[in-house]
T-cell receptor, first 110, second 114 residues
Framework: DAKTTQPNSMESNEEEPVHLPCNHSTISGTDYIHWYRQLPSQGPEYVIH???SNVNNRMASLAIAEDRKSSTLILHRATLRDAAVYYC???????????FGKGTKLTVNP | NAGVTQTPKFQVLKTGQSMTLQCAQD?????MYWYRQDPGMGLRLIYYSASEGTTDKGEVPNGYNVSRLNKREFSLRLESAAPSQTSVYFCASKQGQGSRYGYTFGSGTRLTVV
């Protein structure tokens, strides 16, 4: 599985935008970019995923670099509930496996 | 909308005891999964069922068995629990096979084997 690199931790203030980076320089053409988050003592929660084009949903936006070697998860207005560990995961097109790394721990300050 | 429901939420077992973790989803998803998460680590895939009637091994299947009872339900059985199986177990489902779909996870079963 291709590897992703994320900062260990980031901080943000409530109601400000948050940009969470992810590097995946060894991504292959069939790898999807998935983002999940995990709040303390809860199961992972799907955030967003994409292949080549930028994606938007009610939770977040995913900006994918033109060469696909990096991506950024954008939370438009952080809330205290967004404090979680965010995982950037690459999955091959036919794979049934999500390989979770250590992720980025996001702290949101009031 | 319940999503993925896991029971029990907590369990303590003695070494050698057996138990079954239950998982049910109400989203009409075809694929279901069992993961475990050890402290400070990411999730690891134990078994999965790409569709009703099929099951396949993941990364760490030893010591576990699974049953896809019907489209809604996917159970995980520990025949003879060991302390190394102390973990948080997550069930997940998704609409179909492959990476085009996102997973929905349950809230987990915290298992301690003493």
């Amino acid at each position: 599985d291709a590897k992703t690199t994320q900062p260990n931790s980031m901080e943000s203030n409530e109601e400000e935008p948050v940009h969470l980076p992810c590097n995946h320089s060894t991504i292959s053409g069939t790898d999807y970019i998935h983002w999940y988050r995990q709040l303390p003592s809860q199961g992972p929660e799907y955030v967003i995923h994409g292949l080549t084009s930028n994606v938007n949903n009610r939770m977040a936006s995913l900006a994918i670099a033109e060469d696909r070697k990096s991506s950024t998860l954008i939370l438009h207005r952080a809330t205290l509930r967004d404090a979680a560990v965010y995982y950037c995961i690459l999955t091959q097109g036919g794979s049934e496996k999500l390989v979770f790394g250590k992720g980025t721990k996001l702290t949101v300050n009031p | 909308n319940a999503g993925v429901t896991q029971t029990p939420k907590f369990q303590v077992l003695k070494t050698g005891q057996s138990m079954t973790l239950q998982c049910a989803q109400d989203m009409n998803h075809n694929s279901m999964y069992w993961y475990r998460q050890d402290p400070g680590m990411g999730l690891r895939l134990i078994y999965y069922s790409a569709s009703e009637g099929t099951t396949d091994k993941g990364e760490v299947p030893n010591g576990y068995n699974v049953s896809r009872l019907n489209k809604r339900e996917f159970s995980l059985r520990l025949e003879s629990a060991a302390p190394s199986q102390t973990s948080v177990y997550f069930c997940a489902s998704k609409q179909g096979q492959g990476s085009r779909y996102g997973y929905t996870f349950g809230s987990g079963t915290r298992l301690t084997v003493v």
